[in-house]
């Protein structure tokens, strides 16, 4: 079944354009990664240092396998500097229509 997932940062003010580079860069290879069926990086109109990716994977267990790769490696180390708090992550299936 497919899972939407919505991963939310709150990054430090001094490194959101670093965080904003960061995060494109890392997101063209999750676009390529088995399982991945979309990926956007938004950006809050009202605060700089909030930014979310909303991700449609083939199943929850394609975006765990990819969540261990990006923790091996050590790209969620390299962002940890930047980060205000820890990330929040959310897993959603489609709502049933009517």
Known sequence: MVCTVIVEFQITPETADEFRQAIHEALKETRNRDGNLMCEELHNQDDV??????????SREKYETYLNWRMESGMMEEISHMMAEEPSIRFYDQAAAG
């Open 49 to 58: 240092c909030n930014f979310v990716v909303f991700q449609k994977w083939a």
